[in-house]
């Protein structure tokens, strides 16, 4: 079955630091990969995601992503947080099931950003 | 700034009362979505519309139903609310074929007392 795992619940960094939070996923077939970031009390934003080709992503916010298939990951990196990037990431796999298209989310990763 | 739209972003709401958590997008998408959210956990979808008068169940089963008479307007309705119902409840849209990005409005969150 197709699964989206976020090891970390919770990252804390300090602001200017680098940062990756991990995401693995399980899926057959070749899998379509977002990031998105959700701020408190806000809804969700696309940070970046991979369908296809280099597998090195670049998104919004200074964020980018590698698509590693023979480690199933797909790993969210920027290279100096900022206290505004404090928010909830969560990973997701695009899976077509029962003849529509839907995402996969994993439980998310808090972060929180040190001064 | 995605243009969805959902109202209220909170409700506290009694035992038995009926309710209806509304969505609307102004971006014309075909595609839209409720998802449930509880803290920490991951987002499940429980229902999706390709269009007008097309709604199905997602994969977490829900109390709830839904309905799509308008392409911009996808309302969730609980009968009967129960506290088990007390979640945040995030609808989307997107468009085109494939995975298209998905845009969220703010949320819901819900708490039946």
């Known amino acids: 079955a197709q699964s989206v795992t976020q090891p970390d619940i919770h990252i804390t960094v300090s602001e200017g630091a680098s940062l990756e939070l991990r995401c693995n996923y399980s899926y057959g077939a070749t899998p379509y990969l977002f990031w998105y970031v959700q701020s408190p009390g806000q809804g969700l934003q696309l940070l970046l995601k991979y369908f296809s080709g280099d597998t090195l992503v670049q998104g919004i916010k200074g964020f980018e992503a590698e698509f590693k298939r023979s480690q199933s990951s797909f790993n969210l990196r920027k290279p100096s947080v900022h206290w505004s990037d404090a928010a909830e990431y969560f990973c997701a796999v695009g899976a077509r099931t029962g003849g529509y298209n839907k995402l996969i989310f994993g439980a998310g990763t808090r972060l929180a950003v040190h001064p | 700034e995605a243009d969805i739209y959902q109202t209220p972003r909170y409700l506290v709401i009694g035992t038995g009362k009926k309710i209806t958590l509304e969505c609307s997008q102004t971006?014309?998408?075909?595609?839209m979505y409720w998802y449930q959210q509880d803290p920490g956990m991951e987002l499940h979808l429980i229902h999706y519309s390709y269009g007008v008068n097309s709604t199905e169940k997602g994969d977490l089963s829900s109390e709830s139903t839904v309905s799509r008479i308008r392409t911009e307007h996808f309302p969730l309705t609980l009968e009967s609310a129960r506290p088990s119902h007390t979640s945040q409840y995030l609808c989307?849209?997107?468009?085109?074929?494939?995975?298209?990005?998905?845009?969220f409005g703010q949320g819901t969150r819900l708490t039946v007392v």
């Open positions: 971006m014309g998408h075909d595609k």
């Open positions: 989307a849209s997107s468009e085109g074929q494939g995975f298209a990005e998905a845009f």
